[in-house]
């Protein structure tokens, strides 16, 4: 009996309004969709998200900001992945 492989992908598109998620089991049978979901940002990540988006009119770089959202952004991954799991 072949074992299957479980691989999660996650992204945001453009519009920045939710985290799509999806566990997928794959093996030499083929690939099967175990689990999906759709989880909107918090608005307060999302408001931060659509800024660094856009060029600070002063020329500042937004890679700090970018650093501070990063943990934001991992965490709302992590909630995607257990409620997948």
């Known amino acids: 009996m072949a074992t299957a492989d479980l691989c999660l992908g996650l992204m945001s598109g453009t519009s920045i309004d939710a985290l799509d998620a999806a566990l997928v089991s794959i093996s030499p049978r083929g690939l099967n969709s175990v689990a999906a979901l759709t989880l909107p940002w918090p608005e307060?990540?999302?408001t931060r998200l659509h800024a660094l988006c856009a060029p600070y009119?002063?020329?500042r770089d937004q890679l700090?900001?970018?650093c501070e959202l990063a943990l934001?952004?991992?965490r709302?991954?992590?909630q995607a992945?257990?409620?997948l799991t």
């Open 57 to 59: 009119s002063d020329g």
């Open 44 to 46: 307060e990540v999302r």
């Open 76 to 78: 709302h991954e992590a």
């Open 81 to 83: 992945v257990n409620a």
């Open 72 to 74: 934001s952004v991992a």
């Open 64 to 66: 700090e900001p970018a």
